[in-house]
Every structure is written in structure tokens, then in C-alpha cells.
């Protein structure tokens, strides 16, 4: 690509004190890693809007599956593909083929990096995934259109039930 590949980890957590460990051997095999910490939504289209690609692998845990993904969404709008995991109610929101998004299963990093290497390296893949990213959220995750369809379903269903 010509130029160092430059990684955003946006989020905190208990993991970040490993992160600031690999940053070091990142460097060594030019990865430029950068911990953002927590960011504010208000500056979230901003770097969706400058990234290639958003990786949000999730995992399910004893307590806790991933309800919807909403940093999946975000992305989408901002027209930035995304690669996942089938995780909780992740597939349900996202297709498996098409819309701007590849799913992986939980943990599989093999195919993570494969999907990922991919998209690095063949743009006519990363162009096909940019192209589906924005159109599919548009299609599926408009407010405006999901209210206008709620409030029709529930104005037929009253006047079937009168």
C-alpha cells in the first residue's frame, strides 16, 4: 500500500496496560498502534469517516453476548466497512454476504487476519465493501423510515382491532 498500516484502538478497558505493551512490537513490524481511550460520540463520524475498515470482534461471555453492535452501525453510515464477529445479535443486524460487512466466528483470528489481509490487499474487494457500507445502512438503519414503518404497522393493526 506505500504506507505504514495504522491501527486505532478506540475504548478503554482492563486490557490496556497489555495494549501499551504491543505498541512497542507493533512498531517493529510497522504497525502504527494508537490507544485512543474513550471517545466521545460526537467524534466517532470523524474517524469512521477517515478509517478503511472498523474491526469490532466481540465475544460472548458468561454474563454478557453482544446485544446489537451499535459501533457496527455507526460505521456503515460513515460509509466505512465493517469486519466482525457472529456474536450474540450481531448476525441478525448484519448480513453475512453483502451490506458493507464481513462476519467471522467468535475467536477465529485466523480468519480475521485472513478477511483483513484480503481487504488490504485486493481493492477491488475493500471498493465492493465501501460501495455496500453507507447504501445498506441507509436501507436498513434509517430512524425516519423505520418510524414511518412502525407507525403504519401499528395504525393497521388498531384498525383491525377495533
Known amino acids: 500500500l506505500g504506507k505504514p498500516l495504522r491501527l486505532w484502538l478506540v475504548g478503554d478497558g482492563p486490557l ?7 505498541r512497542v512490537a507493533c512498531q517493529t513490524d510497522g504497525v502504527d498502534l494508537q490507544l485512543m481511550g474513550s471517545v466521545p460520540n460526537s467524534d466517532l463520524p470523524r474517524l469512521f469517516g477517515s478509517a478503511w475498515l472498523c474491526m469490532s470482534p466481540s465475544k460472548t461471555i458468561k454474563k454478557w453476548a453482544e446485544q446489537i ?12 466497512p465493517v469486519l466482525s464477529t ?7 443486524f448484519l448480513p453475512e454476504a453483502g451490506g458493507g460487512a464481513v462476519l467471522v466466528d467468535e475467536g477465529d483470528v485466523p480468519e480475521m487476519i485472513t478477511v483483513l489481509k484480503r481487504y488490504i490487499t ?3 474487494f475493500r471498493q465492493q465493501l465501501e460501495r455496500e457500507a453507507r447504501s445498506f445502512a441507509l ?10 414503518h412502525f407507525e403504519q404497522v401499528i395504525l ?7
Open 16 to 22: 490496556r496496560p497489555w495494549l501499551n505493551q504491543q
Open 69 to 80: 453492535g451499535v459501533v457496527n452501525f455507526q460505521s456503515l453510515a460513515c460509509g466505512t
Open 86 to 92: 457472529r456474536s450474540g445479535a450481531i448476525p441478525e
Open 122 to 124: 485486493q481493492p477491488e
Open 139 to 148: 436501507q436498513h438503519f434509517d430512524a425516519r423510515k423505520n418510524v414511518k
Open 156 to 162: 393497521r393493526h388498531a384498525e383491525s382491532n377495533p
